[in-house]
């Protein structure tokens, strides 16, 4: 399917833009980031900053929860299109994909979202992740296999992809 092929080159380093990389997001406490809401948020309702983001001074958790938790964050932005947390939790994978010559994150998936049916995106917005299925590599390094993502369709290999996110800057982002 052309959204695998589209989401894979992103999963493994879209660009980002100069935007993207200086849109930073500033930390807060652990509870608050504990605490991302299954529903949607209008675009009305989300803030400035990043939704996946902490703000405040302390840093996230280094725990497999905090990892699932941030990549819940990124397939709960890809179905509702909220490209700027979309490329916030995966801006490594994005600048590796921009160093190979595709466009700033937020371009390349707004192809993406393009090829994700309006199913898959709902489905993508209350997804779960089965912590029974993660594959941990190092403290610093969780493999998210698309089998270990729980909705309401099956997502395959080719429709969404498999990710690894590190343990960077503080937080845990999508590197490949």
């Given at each position: 399917?052309?959204?695998?092929?589209?989401?894979?080159?992103?999963?493994?380093?879209?660009?980002?833009?100069?935007?993207?990389?200086?849109?930073?997001?500033?930390?807060?406490?652990?509870?608050?980031?504990?605490?991302?809401?299954?529903?949607?948020?209008?675009?009305?309702a989300?803030?400035?900053?990043?939704?996946?983001?902490?703000?405040?001074?302390?840093?996230?958790?280094?725990?497999?929860?905090?990892?699932?938790?941030?990549?819940?964050?990124?397939?709960?932005?890809?179905?509702?299109?909220?490209?700027?947390?979309?490329?916030?939790v995966?801006?490594?994978?994005?600048?590796?994909?921009?160093?190979?010559?595709?466009?700033?994150?937020?371009?390349?998936?707004?192809?993406?979202?393009?090829?994700?049916?309006?199913?898959?995106?709902?489905?993508?917005?209350?997804?779960?992740?089965?912590?029974?299925?993660?594959?941990?590599?190092?403290?610093?390094?969780?493999?998210?296999?698309?089998?270990?993502?729980?909705?309401?369709?099956?997502?395959?290999?080719?429709?969404?992809?498999?990710?690894?996110?590190?343990y960077?800057?503080?937080?845990?982002?999508?590197?490949?």
């Amino acid at each position: 399917m052309a959204v695998v092929a589209c989401v894979a080159l992103v999963a493994c380093g879209p660009e980002e833009t100069r935007e993207d990389a200086d849109a930073k997001p500033s930390r807060s406490s652990s509870s608050a980031r504990a605490q991302e809401p299954s529903a949607t948020p209008s675009a009305s309702a989300r803030p400035g900053k990043p939704t996946a983001a902490p703000t405040g001074d302390t840093p996230a958790p280094r725990t497999e929860e905090r990892a699932i938790q941030r990549y819940g964050q990124y397939l709960h932005a890809l179905g509702r299109e909220d490209l700027h947390t979309v490329c916030e939790v995966a801006g490594p994978a994005a600048r590796k994909a921009q160093d190979q010559g595709l466009g700033p994150c937020t371009s390349t998936y707004a192809v993406v979202v393009q090829m994700i049916s309006p199913e898959q995106k709902k489905a993508l917005q209350t997804a779960t992740v089965d912590p029974r299925r993660i594959v941990v590599r190092t403290p610093d390094k969780i493999e998210m296999p698309v089998e270990a993502v729980t909705a309401s369709v099956t997502f395959s290999e080719s429709d969404l992809g498999s990710y690894t996110l590190e343990y960077l800057e503080d937080d845990w982002y999508i590197t490949d």
